[in-house]
């Protein structure tokens, strides 16, 4: 799969050093949040590459077991890639995890730690758009 | 939502390759004069093939030459387009033959009298049924010994008709082939907007429909608004300019937006502007549309406060207010709970001001105006089986109605319409009464004469109550539901999400937060499996109008009627 290999490349090209993760809060992500575009929090963008934690709800993955899906604020009734309308949240990070991890429950928390990445990227496999990443990740529900 | 179920249904639905299709589809009224693609989709690779318009030959007829497309996308039917034909009035047979097979439709052409209305505002409650209305009513204005306290501005109109509004594809519409029919005449499948759903892969290469907002201003030069408090680029404003078999192409939608040019546009839904590198765009290409309507002449404002301060100006004529990243607030949040995104979006305008602003910018124009006004979340708020909310945005739309009528009583030139563009399978079936014995919602529920009208407090001067929560409330029962937890108490926190995806794909189950609400009892859904919220039913709904042309509406009529009388109105078919 072209995203293993990505991945393997970005764990590669940031090793992480031993620094513990930092709790990220989706309340605090962006400093503005308008009508002409949003902008990061100054801890986030001070974050990127470093580890983090952020607690959220899975929203429905493409596949039922994946390495790849949205983290949202609150559980949502929609799944960001088959709904062909928009009626979903612009706060969502997109993660991907060090393995393919069966799909949680999208009423149940759930937090994640990985590295995070910030600035525009495309999916290669979904086309999906992110700004806000966390990458080489685990998660544990609660 | 509920768009996923529904294309999937739709797609199922696709015409057998069996004979020829021709489009439009038989029994089309078309407005003499409008434009429309003929289509017709021919099985195979005929060595030969004929279209005719009362036995003459199609391209000669409309004027313009036939394209024929072999193997059109690839699905190994041939196609035959004549693009932006028009007809004069009359009954037409259109006859489609190929090796010895051979389709017919009729269509009526019809042409209109003169112009009796210089002014035309359509309001769409969306979704809007009997059970809200009458919610409304009693929430609004208060009922005792059987008697309202007052009336509601949608109910005091002269005229009425029950339209029906199913699609060509199935007895429940959604919000695009309802809208379509409204603003083209043409009736048209499950989350088209201005187009009949032929075999084309791509959205937007299906056979097109102009829209009333394209026709009047070609033929009128009439200015035209679009004010919602959905996403602009929604299924019910998008069919106002929109041609796409896909209402979820809300980028593409955005451009037709742009290219029709409404004065007045208003809504949610600014991520679709902003240019793809822009944090927080939706657009999967680098135009900046808010630049682009800026250099268009128009005030681009993000707050009520700018919008009125713009429209405060003179000389200001276009306007493109763009007031949440997603949908409006509804008047529950914004007025009293302050929940949703009211702390991110502070200063959103209630539509009642919409309206007010955009009564003030289409009236400077000397051609008239047309007015498309939606309130969206009534809609919304029933998917997610949240009374309250619902019902709080009936009242908001019958302010805004109330508004248009004091504009238009001054003067005798403006036909208002009120209408909802689908029903939703909602009834009032009693009163919730904290005070009866037991903690289910069964327990709680009053019916017949136990159904005592509910406490809440008097209204204010905008009609609506200042406190849901109160311990005798509207009892609205859904007929058609997903898996959830219920507890027949209001939603203070923010919007009710009845049921989330479950883990096994495709699947939606319930919220768990809303079990562990006080009473709460799990409720097993009587939908499919893959229904994310409440859905849309196939009943009637009402409309009722006033002002010139409006006599029109009475009986039962098909949802095409409405674009009938309102271009019937504005004489858009005078020879």
Redesign the interface.
């Known amino acids: 799969m072209r995203r293993r290999a990505l991945l393997g490349g970005l764990l590669a090209s940031a090793p992480a050093r031993a620094e513990g993760p930092q709790q990220l809060r989706f309340e605090a992500l962006y400093k503005s949040?308008?009508?002409?575009?949003?902008?990061?929090a100054d801890e986030v963008m001070s974050r990127s590459g470093k580890p983090v934690a952020i607690t959220g709800?899975m929203?429905?993955p493409l596949?039922?077991e994946s390495s790849f899906f949205v983290l949202t604020r609150?559980?949502?009734?929609?799944?960001p890639f088959?709904?062909?309308?928009?009626?979903w949240?612009?706060d969502i990070v997109v993660v991907y995890l060090r393995r393919i991890a069966?799909?949680?429950?999208?009423?149940?928390r759930i937090n994640v730690t990985g590295r995070l990445e910030t600035g525009?990227w495309a999916d290669p496999e979904s086309g999906f758009?992110s700004?806000l990443r966390i990458v080489d990740a685990t998660l544990r529900t609660g | 939502?509920l768009?996923?179920v529904a294309?999937t249904a739709a797609l199922l639905a696709s015409p057998v390759a069996m004979a020829q299709t021709i489009y439009p589809l038989t029994r089309a009224e078309i407005l003499a004069g409008a434009k429309f693609d003929l289509k017709v989709e021919f099985p195979g690779a005929p060595s030969a093939s004929k279209v005719t318009i009362n036995g003459r030959d199609a391209a000669e007829v409309v004027g313009t030459a036939a394209k024929i497309i072999p193997n059109e996308d690839g699905l190994g039917h041939t196609a035959y387009w004549i693009r932006d034909a028009s007809l004069k009035a009359g009954r037409y047979t259109v006859e489609a033959t190929a090796e010895g097979k051979s389709a017919k439709v009729t269509w009526e052409v019809f042409a209109t009298r003169p112009r009796v209305a210089r002014n035309v505002i359509l309001f769409i409650g969306d979704g809007l049924s009997i059970a809200h209305r009458t919610a409304a009513r009693i929430v609004s204005k208060g009922i005792s010994e059987g008697r309202y306290g007052g009336e509601l501005a949608i109910d005091t109109m002269p005229n009425m008709a029950l339209i029906s509004t199913a699609g060509t594809d199935s007895i429940v519409t959604d919000s695009a082939n309802s809208m379509s029919a409204y603003t083209t005449g043409h009736k048209s499948c499950v989350?088209a907007l201005g187009v009949y759903c032929a075999k084309n892969k791509g959205s937007l290469d299906h056979p097109k429909v102009e829209t009333i907002a394209e026709l009047v201003k070609r033929r009128l030069g009439m200015a035209v608004g679009v004010i919602t408090n959905t996403?602009i680029?929604?299924a019910t404003p998008a069919g106002m300019v929109a041609h796409t078999r896909?209402?979820?192409d809300?980028g593409d939608i955005v451009e037709m937006f742009y290219k029709v040019k409404p004065e007045v546009i208003m809504g949610g839904g600014?991520?679709?502007f902003?240019a793809?590198?822009?944090?927080?765009?939706?657009r999967?290409d680098e135009v900046d549309y808010?630049k682009k309507f800026e250099e268009a002449g128009y005030a681009v404002t993000?707050t009520d406060t700018a919008m009125k301060a713009a429209a405060a100006k003179p000389q200001t004529r276009r306007m493109l207010g763009?007031?949440?990243?997603?949908?409006i607030d509804g008047a529950l949040d914004r007025m009293f709970l302050k929940k949703g995104t009211v702390a991110?979006f502070p200063d959103q305008p209630d539509l009642v001001d919409q309206v007010k602003v955009s009564l003030d910018l289409l009236s400077r124009s000397d051609k008239g105006f047309l007015l498309m006004v939606e309130s969206g979340r009534i809609d919304k708020y029933t998917h997610?089986m949240d009374p309250e909310r619902a019902i709080y945005d009936t009242i908001m739309l019958d302010n805004a109605v109330k508004l248009a009528k004091t504009f238009a009583a001054v003067r005798n030139d403006t036909l208002i319409i009120v209408v909802p563009d689908h029903a939703h399978p909602i009834s009032v079936i009693g009163t919730y009464d904290d005070s009866r014995p037991g903690s289910a919602p069964r327990d709680k529920l009053g019916v017949y004469a136990e159904a005592v009208p509910p406490n809440y407090p008097p209204a204010n001067a905008q009609g609506y109550p200042p406190s849901i929560d109160v311990s005798r409330r509207i009892a609205l029962g859904f007929a058609a539901f997903p898996d959830n937890c219920f507890n027949a108490k209001p939603h203070l926190d923010g919007e009710n999400?009845?049921?989330?995806?479950?883990?096994?794909?495709?699947t939606?189950?319930?919220?768990?937060?809303n079990c562990s609400r006080p009473g709460a009892v799990r409720i097993e859904g009587n939908l499919p499996k893959d229904a994310?919220?409440e859905t849309h039913s196939g009943d009637d709904v009402l409309l009722t109008a006033m002002g010139p042309g409006s006599d029109a509406f009475h009986g039962r009529l098909d949802n095409t009627r409405v674009f009938r009388v309102m271009v019937n109105a504005l004489g858009l078919g005078t020879r």
Request: charged letters at 20%.
């Open positions: 949040f308008g009508i002409r575009g949003l902008v990061f709800y929203a429905p596949k039922a609150e559980p949502l009734a929609l799944c088959c709904q062909s309308d928009a009626d949240p612009l069966p799909l949680v429950n999208a009423g149940v525009s758009v700004q | 939502m768009f996923r294309l989350n996403e680029e929604d896909r209402r979820a809300y600014s991520p679709w902003l793809k590198s822009t944090n927080g765009s939706r999967t808010l993000e763009l007031f949440n990243t997603s949908n991110r997610s999400v009845p049921a989330v995806a479950g883990t096994e794909k495709g939606f189950v319930a919220n768990e937060k994310s919220s």
